[in-house]
């Protein structure tokens, strides 16, 4: 027999998308009794480690290469000191600043109650939050997603950075290497490259951004180019650290190896 058991209309793990629909319900019925889960940041993964910290840190990546053309339109303008630090605080500070204001609204609605713990199955359609047991029939499970390391040689040993860790950056690195040819390594790419890092990025696939249309990703490759490196078709092997504490990367090409 479960003691103290709260049984809800509606349960959602994840406080990033679901949220729009847990708040469409909640306004067609306002007395349907709603449980929030959410063991990390609230906010999802767009707003903390996601799209928004990318984003804030692109815009001065754009004002860093829009300065740069500025003697086309016969403006002199010289970019005398890049602030990399002051940059990431700046993103952290704002993305910190939205997470602060979501989890206020969590944890004062009289319209939810909101959980920030760790949940798991104990039964069908009833979870164990923290020293709670809670149950539902409707339950939504948005626990969104996290970098996939790839099973390189010598990766974990050396040392690398993922999507998510990046954000914690303080120390701009004088060379970077990025492992996948999608948009969030495009992404990246043009940001440590605007902010002077030299960048390559190696991808596995034939087309840069293989998920863009070839056109698209032709021109940005070009565009690019004249910041950083781009490999594609290389599939990266291996990884050491050098005694210099350097990293070296071993990619071999999918077509001839």
């Known amino acids: ?23 469409a319900m909640m306004q067609g019925n306002p007395n349907i009794k709603v449980a929030v889960i959410d063991k990390d940041e609230p906010g999802g993964i767009c707003l903390t480690r996601g799209c928004i910290p ?24 010289d970019v ?3 602030d990399f630090a002051a940059v990431m605080e700046r993103m952290r500070a704002l ?21 920030a713990s760790p949940a798991e199955f104990t039964a069908p359609y009833t979870l164990k939050v923290g020293a709670d047991t809670i149950k539902s029939r409707m339950i939504f499970l948005c626990t969104g997603s996290k970098p996939i390391i790839p099973p390189i040689k010598g990766l974990k040993e050396a040392g ?22 999608g948009y969030i390594g495009a992404e990246y790419g043009h940001f440590f490259s605007a902010m002077g890092s030299k960048v390559t990025i ?33 599939e990266v092997r291996e990884v050491e650290k050098t005694s210099t504490n350097q990293k070296k990367l071993v990619a071999v090409s999918r077509d001839s190896g």
Do not use: C, W
């Open 160 to 181: 690398y950075l993922t999507s998510d860790t990046v954000l914690k950056m303080s120390r701009l690195p004088e060379s970077i290497a990025i492992i996948g040819g």
């Open 1 to 23: 027999m479960v003691l103290d058991l709260k049984e809800y209309d509606l349960i959602v793990i994840g406080t990033g998308s679901p949220m729009a629909i847990a708040y």
């Open 80 to 82: 005398k000191r890049i």
């Open 95 to 115: 993305v910190d600043r939205e997470i602060s204001v979501i989890r206020e609204g969590l944890s004062h609605s009289e319209s939810l109650d909101y959980y």
């Open 54 to 77: 990318s984003k804030i840190l692109l815009y001065p990546a754009e004002l860093i290469r829009t300065m740069e053309r500025a003697g086309l339109f016969g403006i002199d303008v």
């Open 202 to 234: 190696i991808g596995r696939n034939s087309q840069f951004l293989p998920d863009e249309e070839s056109e698209v990703s032709l021109l940005l490759k070009r565009e690019l180019q004249k910041h950083l490196n781009v490999i594609t078709n290389h």
